[in-house]
């Protein structure tokens, strides 16, 4: 047997209440009158304190106005695809767009030809599980579904918004991959030409692949590269994110290995234009170097770690030199390689400046 149970969230219009919500089963459902007609509606969220904030918070309030304007049933739904263009005419102007720009175009695809209306809340879980990426990855597909949603309401084709809420499962912590100041020296050693030039650059600044690829030799002032594009997939952006245009240094003999690269081609790397066009490359230097193997990310790993190990720089001043938005973004990545046995304190160290008074307490007792 199902049992059901209503509240009153809202005031009533004459004699008749607007919007009630109750629950049937483990689910919250909406009541409400349209033209003297009942309307029961569910809302496809669980029975659970947070959910009921949604609804009476946000979800009722929104639909008494429509209620109360005669707006309720004056759209009939379009699809998902419709919305999602509109979500890309409006994201055009972000500077992270050409970064998420094909998330997007994935959502929009996935859910291609579905009528808005028609998508619950399970087909957006079905879809999020299926996704093979990490976590950080997942929120843009599921921001990207949210504001689709919420573009919809506004056009009052739906009521309420089925990717409220939903969780995303966490990452299992994968290990930093980086190489030593030795196997750095190896693998300087035997790289030639293009690799090089991008070795040269990526082991001493830390910068993402995208970041190398769009450099121009006008970045190069004054020992400070100034870093002001990307190029990824052939595409020309303007960073990852708000702190990625900005100014790091670099080793002046750095310079000469550019120049011995250089083309007519505006951008130092000429035609290559994404990381996939470097794997052969990189794959020949570290067979030839005889260290192990990992990603061409793991420069900027390698620098940051270093860096850190070597007591050169503050988290705050890496997170800096990296383009992270903000500092806790270094440290969730690289708290691991801060050890306490770089901090020297002293046998006698004393936050509190009690060493003379320990001493002192000792010696009474002794006495």
């Known amino acids: 047997m199902i049992l059901t149970h ?29 033209d003297g007609k009942r309307i029961q509606k569910s809302t496809k969220l669980k029975d ?42 409006q994201k055009n102007s972000n500077r992270s767009f050409t970064v998420k720009q094909e998330y997007y175009l994935r959502v929009i695809e996935f859910f291609k030809g579905r009528e808005i209306d028609t998508i619950t809340r399970l087909d957006i ?13 997942l929120k843009v597909y599921k921001s990207c579904i949210n504001e689709i949603f919420e573009l919809a309401i506004d056009d009052s084709a739906i009521d309420f918004n089925p990717a409220l809420n939903i969780r ?35 082991f001493n ?46 080793p002046e003999y750095v310079m000469p290995f550019i120049k011995k690269i250089q083309t007519n081609n505006i951008f130092i790397f000429g035609n290559i234009d994404d990381a996939d066009k470097l794997k052969k490359r990189w794959a020949k230097v570290v067979k030839d170097s005889g260290v192990v193997r990992h990603k061409l990310s793991s420069t900027r790993h390698t620098f940051a770690t270093l860096m850190l190990k070597d007591n050169i720089v503050s988290i705050n001043e890496l997170s800096g030199l990296l383009g992270h938005n903000k500092a806790s973004t270094t440290l969730e990545y690289y708290a691991s390689v801060i050890e306490s046995k770089n901090i020297d304190l002293g046998v006698n160290f004393s936050l509190f400046n009690d060493v003379n008074r320990l001493q002192n307490s000792d010696n009474k ?3």
């Open 168 to 202: 995303l499962r966490t990452d299992t912590k994968i290990e930093i991959e980086y190489y030593t100041k030795e196997e750095v020296k190896k693998l300087l050693s035997v790289a030639t030409g293009v690799m090089k030039a991008y070795l040269e650059i990526a």
């Open 205 to 250: 600044t830390g910068m993402r692949v995208g970041e190398i690829l769009g450099l121009q030799l006008g970045d190069f002032k004054n020992g400070y590269i100034h870093i002001k594009r990307t190029r990824t997939k052939g595409i020309i952006g303007t960073g990852k994110t708000i702190n990625s245009r900005r100014i790091v240094p670099y």
């Open 125 to 137: 879980k079905r879809y999020l599980s299926s996704l093979n990426m990490k976590s950080v990855s």
């Open 48 to 89: 659970t304190p947070k959910n009921i904030n949604i609804v009476t918070s946000k979800i009722i309030p929104a639909l008494d106005i429509k209620i109360a304007t005669g707006e309720i049933y004056k759209k009939k739904p379009k699809t998902f695809e419709y919305y999602g263009n509109i979500f890309l005419q």
């Open 365 to 367: 007792k002794i006495n």
């Open 6 to 34: 209503s509240k009153v969230v809202t005031t009533k219009k004459g004699n008749k209440r607007m919007t009630t919500y109750y629950i049937r089963g483990s689910t919250i459902w909406l009541n409400y009158y349209v």
